[in-house]
């Protein structure tokens, strides 16, 4: 009566259908089920044994607690020989159990599970691996742990790189696509972990070119932007195999910028605007950028960046209070002042009237001055080798030293330096 008790709490009040030697079945089924709780494997195996051999569909729990048994053997021994029986015989438990009891979903999962464990390491191993990934998706997609959707494409990856080419690059996508809706039914918080790692796996198994990137991922993409994980997906492979022409890419840029706003982001947005030669849409970014930025080193960078664009476009006035608002927030950013200097230096045939030749040349005393102070003095040498002469400077009545106003869009005050003969 004790023992029957027992052995219906082990089994959770189980129905167990004891074989004809009921007797010599509980006494094994205690001595296995102990020897598990104990970990003192190597003493319940051969109890186990018996009960498998005599009464395989004794009761699920059987299988459950022989999971347990071989996995503790196959932690345990040293033996390389033993480890792989163990490890054989824990998967071959797992058809046994869908022999008896069926629920081929779960216990397919489980064994995936555990033949990656086992055998992701063993290129020899690697086919017989994939038929137990391929059969256990077939049955129990939606059971798949997230774990196991990662481990598939990894052992597709893994044996492709040894040799095996059963699977075409088609096929690989397919088995991708499938796993990628399972992984977002899932509302687990570590399937966009699980995703980018389903990402990388498939850069890191085939080839691809833009054109079916753009197909396979950048059109459906394209049917609705809102997909903020479709738009992360179409970014790294885009980025990945070099196809940031296609226009899901920068859409894909946008939508991720809209759900999560990141200075990086926006960046990248206006550097594409930039070689597209579309200044108002990358202006409109580099702003974006700046607002979001929160450490000053960073905005100094991004206010130098929107300089530097108001440069390239010929906005000069916009360009010097880029740069200075880049000072501000940094006032080493010797660069800034190169840049102003340069633009100074860049504008005598806009601002010359032609009736002075001083009042003309002055916007090279305000380069030099900018160039000053970004320390480069091969610049100020090249700014002061436009300077008006002393004799220049004399016949209209003015001296070395004062200070005179530049005009034009520059309107800043200088000290009237000669050009050294």
């Known amino acids: 009566m004790i023992i029957t008790l027992c052995l219906t709490e082990v089994v959770d009040a189980q129905e167990i259908n004891w074989p004809d030697d009921t007797a010599q ?17 190597a003493e319940a195996l051969e109890s186990f044994r018996w009960l498998l051999n005599q009464a395989p569909d004794l009761t699920p729990t059987l299988y459950i607690q022989g999971e347990k048994l071989f996995k503790g053997l196959v932690a345990e021994t040293g033996d390389p020989e033993k480890r792989e029986q163990y490890q054989r015989q824990q998967l071959n438990l797992y058809d046994q159990r869908i022999q008896y009891f069926s629920d081929e979903a779960k216990v397919m999962n489980r064994k995936a599970h555990a033949a990656y464990q086992y055998y992701r390491d063993k290129p020899e191993k690697y086919a017989e691996l994939l038929e137990v990934f391929e059969h256990a998706f077939q049955v129990s997609q939606q059971q798949f742990s997230s774990a196991n959707l990662v481990a598939y494409l990894d052992v597709i990856r893994r044996y492709r ?34 995703q980018e790692l389903l990402d990388k796996l498939l850069i890191a198994t085939i080839t691809l070119d833009c054109a079916t990137i753009q197909e396979k991922f950048g059109n459906p993409f394209l049917q609705d932007t809102t997909q903020l994980d479709w738009a992360k997906k179409v970014i790294a492979l885009a980025l990945a195999y070099q196809c940031s022409d296609a226009l899901s890419f920068m859409t ?81 950013k010797k660069e800034a002042h190169k840049l102003i200097g340069d633009l100074y230096f860049s504008s005598f045939d806009n601002c010359k009237g032609g009736k002075s030749i001083v009042q003309d040349r002055a916007v090279y005393w305000a380069a030099y001055e900018m160039y000053q102070r970004a320390g480069r003095s091969d610049l100020m040498q090249q700014a002061e080798q436009q300077f008006p002469t002393m004799e220049q400077i004399f016949q209209e009545d003015l001296k070395k030293g004062e200070v005179m106003q530049v005009g034009c869009w520059i309107n800043e005050e200088v000290v009237i330096r000669p050009r050294l003969q």
């Open 252 to 332: 894909a840029l946008r939508t991720v910028l809209r759900y999560e706003p990141s200075v990086g982001t926006a960046k990248t947005i206006a550097k594409l605007y930039e070689i597209r030669d579309k200044p108002q849409n990358a202006e409109t970014y580099w702003q974006q950028a700046i607002t979001l930025a929160k450490e000053n080193n960073e905005k100094a960078e991004l206010w130098y960046s929107l300089a530097q664009h108001y440069q390239r476009n010929n906005r000069k006035p916009q360009a010097r209070e880029a740069a200075r608002k880049s000072i501000q927030q940094n006032t080493s």
């Open 25 to 41: 079945a509980q006494t094994n089924w205690v001595l296995f089920t102990d020897g598990v709780r104990a970990k003192t494997y």
């Open 161 to 194: 790189k040894a040799g095996g080419s059963e699977l075409s690059d088609e096929e690989i996508l397919h088995r991708y696509d499938q796993l990628s809706k399972v992984l977002q039914q899932k509302s687990k918080p570590d399937a966009k972990e699980k």
